[in-house]
């Protein structure tokens, strides 16, 4: 379970549908990113807007349509966006650690019986 601004969200790495929604849109960030990085002249309202719209699109890929609005309500902040996003990702780092430990162990057990 995870926790952002004061929502609980489910959360689990291990699950194939969700890693196959995180994969997803983890790429689609990546080419929103490479996209504003090719506009120019960009304004910063208008950045700090194409910035927050790609981590909205990314939570409503994750978590569901409707996760953005749920977390951020009509806010457009790009502070508050990428804490929650750096949380994501956190909770996914953190969960894959824990699944290396677990598969360490038992690769350990497997050797140590041959």
């Given at each position: 379970m995870l926790e952002i601004?004061?929502?609980?969200?489910?959360?689990?790495?291990?699950?194939?549908?969700?890693?196959?929604?995180?994969?997803?849109?983890?790429?689609?960030?990546?080419?929103?990113?490479?996209?504003?990085?090719?506009?120019?002249?960009?304004?910063?309202?208008?950045?700090?807007?194409?910035?927050?719209?790609?981590?909205?699109?990314?939570?409503?890929?994750?978590?569901?349509?409707?996760?953005?609005?749920?977390l951020f309500g009509d806010k457009v902040n790009l502070g508050i966006c990428m804490d929650a996003y750096d949380q994501v990702i956190d909770a996914a780092n953190n969960q894959r650690i824990q699944y290396e430990s677990r598969l360490e162990k038992y690769y350990t057990a497997a050797r140590a019986a041959r």
């Open positions: 601004n004061g929502v609980k969200l489910e959360f689990d790495m291990l699950d194939a549908d969700t890693a196959e929604r995180y994969e997803q849109a983890l790429a689609a960030m990546e080419k929103a990113v490479e996209a504003l990085g090719a506009k120019e002249n960009m304004g910063l309202a208008e950045n700090i807007r194409s910035q927050c719209q790609a981590i909205f699109d990314f939570f409503n890929v994750v978590f569901g349509e409707g996760t953005d609005k749920a």
